[in-house]
């Protein structure tokens, strides 16, 4: 196996195998991934919901560096379809009343009032009431960084 040399920190010589320049750690590896996802989503066009919307909570999020958090309430009427979007960072939404329809590439899933969802960060989705006569209610928890989108606009 091919060796190299270089200088450590304290400038003493060292030797070095060439594959050890390239292994990484799991840890290391999906920061990269996530960083990579990051960028991908960098350049994206802010989606802002047609529902209502009202910020309850924003603020930074205590030693998490960069990062906040937003709580918003979401009112959807009957036959409500919303945009298609991603969230580059974790939304969790609590159902307060009707039923949400969640659009994903692995199929729809559909809440209730009283369930609590986790959504997929990073996927296409599109949220519904698909209910013709009862609005819908919702809770929003999002974490993201500080002064970028929440929502990014998916073609």
């Known amino acids: 196996m091919r060796r190299d040399t270089y200088r450590s920190h304290i400038g003493e010589k060292r030797e070095m195998k060439n594959t050890e320049r390239f292994v990484l750690t799991p840890l290391e590896a999906a920061m990269l991934v996530k960083r ?10 802010e ?26 309430h979401l009112s959807a009427p009957p036959n409500f379809v919303g945009g298609k979007h991603m969230h580059p960072d974790p939304v ?8 949400l329809t969640v659009e994903r ?45 929440m929502m990014i606009k998916v073609m």
Do not use: C, H
């Open 92 to 99: 969790f939404v609590y159902v307060l009343e009707g039923e």
């Open 47 to 72: 989606y802002v919901s047609k529902a209502r919307t009202k910020t309850l909570y924003k603020a930074p999020l205590q030693r998490v560096r960069g990062k906040e958090m937003f709580v918003k």
């Open 36 to 45: 990579a996802n990051f960028q991908a989503t960098d350049a994206g066009e």
């Open 105 to 149: 590439a692995r199929g729809p899933k559909t809440f209730k009032a009283g369930e609590l969802y986790s959504e997929d960060i990073s996927a296409a989705m599109v949220g519904k009431n698909l209910s013709a006569t009862d609005d819908l209610e919702l809770l929003v928890f999002q974490v993201g960084d500080i002064g970028k989108p």
